[in-house]
């Protein structure tokens, strides 16, 4: 007899996506990158947190990753955030005594937990465009532009998909039945943790 009920392969993103979903809808609505006018103040303290944020993340995820690290080069924003916030006016020791945000540290645990990180600060790339056009229209934008917000300019798409790549095949041999739960938490941690370092208490 044929069979007709042939599961369909596991996506790991395609999971993420949907369970993470409404903490993303949450952040994204908090943040309002795309709100009119682009305020210069609210943008310059978004990348203080960015910058502390990142500080501290980066060398965490590095450190997990051991030799795999390398991936993570290009795909560092620390130093980005720090060009940006340059530009607009501030020293190299004001980045310096930029508060950091140690919860950060907590969120990479492990190869897996890096992957559903990750997960989440790569996607906040696929909205970079957008808001780097939006911000063309303020008049304070510095001549270079921010880059931050938008760092893989036309390679955005291109690096997305060297991303999935690299989490498909990272979570080879730790993806199986439950265990994406590991994943899962780590990218709805790392929201969490953005929410709370990044959007001002009310």
């Known amino acids: 007899m044929l069979r007709t009920d042939t599961a369909k392969p596991f996506d790991l993103l395609a999971e993420l996506r949907a369970r993470t979903a409404e903490a993303y809808r949450r952040l994204e609505r908090d943040l309002d990158l795309l709100g009119e006018p682009p305020d210069r103040a609210r943008f310059v303290h978004l990348l203080e947190r960015f910058h502390g944020f990142h500080a501290v993340w980066e060398p965490q995820v590095a450190r997990v990753l051991g030799k795999e690290a390398a991936f993570l080069v290009p795909r560092r924003r620390t130093y980005r955030a720090a060009q940006d916030l340059m530009a607009l006016g501030h020293t190299r020791r004001d980045i310096a005594e930029l508060p950091l945000c140690l919860a950060a540290a907590r969120l990479v645990s492990s190869p897996a937990t890096a992957i559903g990180s990750l997960y ?83």
């Open 120 to 202: 989440v600060m790569e996607g906040s790339t696929l909205g970079g465009p957008l808001v780097s056009r939006h911000l063309q229209s303020a008049g304070w934008l510095p001549p270079e532009g921010l880059g931050y917000f938008d760092p893989y300019g036309a390679a955005t798409g291109t690096m997305w998909r060297h991303f999935r790549l690299w989490a498909e095949a990272t979570s080879t041999g730790r993806v199986t039945g439950g265990a994406t739960q590991g994943i899962v938490v780590a990218a709805v941690a790392t929201f969490d943790t953005l929410q709370a370092w990044l959007v001002p208490a009310r």
